[in-house]
């Protein structure tokens, strides 16, 4: 392959057919450090008996759809980190997050979801899911074994996030994988936190692990990515299945970015703890804060199973200010901050912040509940600048 001339004497045709030229000119044996990038939407077969199409087969090529070298190359590099059995990549953690619930509900299932879940999940849940017939029941992301009692004959699925997004609960996913596997319920995980290194979804038992590669695997706010990994041939049949139907694209180059990623992932986690728990433990000697949830401090709900089902903390945590902070103090403290930046998202480079004044779930605390994101940059910078932003927000108003 990678002859122009399949039986026809290529000087003698016509440029614009040269053009076209299938086959590569340039040497092979290119052997480079850095990812390869290959793109391509037909993959061409040297003869009809070749071209199978069976996603079973999964490390073969049929269309770019399905793999390309690149995007496969990352499937595999998270399933390797994960100890999973399979991987697919999906546009975005939240494709991933879409995939898993396609794949495992029909009408009449029942679904049990965190109350701290991710927001975008939860809308997908309550608002497309049930829908289509799916019923979709909120529990407390701290109740452990006794899901037991939730759990129905048409219960098809128990999703866990851990630790929750913005309230940061921390679950005892081993409880709930024990009384889930009892009834033969697959559990899947967000555990994006984790980056899929921090906790060992697999050894804990869960079926599907997801990851937002957006996060800390990209690490550079620049791409969206997500995967799906799973632990056993049985998910991969669920999961598998739903990924070939959906469509769910990845762009090698993006692909190429995150494989970029892994190399730097073990550096920035380690730095990134650090300066993460100096910012931290220097919030939670503040005056203006109630509390810092961070999975490793105690006044985080379920530090304790922190502290024995993972082998560290990352840089998102969120700090609830005191009672009297109302909604424009907290608002005012945001405004004032000058190196963390003002944003969604979280695991890049750079510290952010964001509050969640409309979140009901938050419940009363919700005007006083900051979450914040540590970048790489030096942490005693970060503190001066929360100090400030903190002083700032303390002035009352018509002092201003
Ligand atoms: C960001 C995030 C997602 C969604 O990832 P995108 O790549 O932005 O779609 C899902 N789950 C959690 C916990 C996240 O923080």
């Not at 399905?66 to 546009?91: M, N, Q, S, W």
């Not at 759990?151 to 081993?174: K, N």
């Not at 931290?280 to 804060?289: N, P, T």
């Amino acid at each position: 392959m990678g002859d122009a001339n399949h039986g026809f004497a290529a000087g003698r045709l016509h440029w614009r057919t040269r053009l076209i030229a299938p086959g590569p000119m340039a040497p092979p044996g290119f052997h480079s450090l850095a990812p390869a990038v290959h793109r391509g939407s037909t993959v061409v077969f040297d003869r009809l008996g070749d071209a199978v199409d069976d996603w079973r087969q999964a490390e073969r090529y049929t269309y770019g759809l399905y793999g390309t070298p690149t995007t496969l190359e990352l499937g595999l590099r998270i399933k390797a980190l994960d100890g999973g059995y399979h991987c697919v990549v999906a546009p975005g953690g939240q494709a991933a997050i879409a995939l898993v619930f396609m794949a495992y509900c029909r009408a009449g299932s029942h679904v049990l979801v965190p109350g701290s879940v991710y927001g975008p999940t939860a809308e997908l849940a309550e608002d497309l899911l049930a829908g289509f017939g799916v019923e979709v029941e909120r529990y407390d992301p701290l109740i452990g074994g006794a899901i037991a009692s939730r759990i129905r004959p048409e219960t098809s699925l128990i999703w866990c996030e851990s630790p929750g997004s913005i309230t940061m609960e921390v679950q005892d996913v081993p409880a709930i994988v024990a009384a889930a596997r009892a009834r033969g319920v697959a559990v899947a995980l967000d555990n994006t936190y984790a980056a899929g290194v921090l906790f060992d979804a697999f050894a804990h038992g869960v079926d599907v692990s997801v990851q937002a590669l957006t996060k800390y695997v990209g690490g550079h706010s620049d791409i969206l990515l997500g995967t799906v990994s799973v632990a056993n041939g049985a998910a991969y049949e669920t999961v598998g299945r739903a990924h070939r139907l959906v469509g769910m694209a990845v762009s090698p180059d993006d692909c190429a970015l995150a494989l970029r990623g892994l190399q730097t992932l073990g550096v920035r986690l380690d730095r990134l703890e650090r300066s993460t728990l100096t910012v931290a433990r220097w919030l939670k000697e503040r005056a203006e804060v109630a509390a810092v949830l961070h999975p490793a401090l105690p006044d985080c709900p379920g530090h304790e199973i922190w502290a024995r089902d993972f082998t560290g903390s990352a840089s998102v945590f969120s700090i609830v200010l005191k009672d009297d902070w109302t909604a424009a103090r907290t608002a005012r403290f945001v405004d004032a901050l000058r190196l963390f930046r003002i944003g969604f998202s979280w695991g890049g480079v750079t510290s952010l912040v964001m509050a969640y004044p409309d979140s009901a779930r938050l419940g009363a605390r919700r005007e006083r509940l900051v979450r914040l994101n540590v970048g790489l940059e030096e942490p005693a910078d970060l503190i001066d600048d929360l100090r400030q932003a903190l002083e700032l927000g303390t002035v009352p108003v018509k002092s201003l």
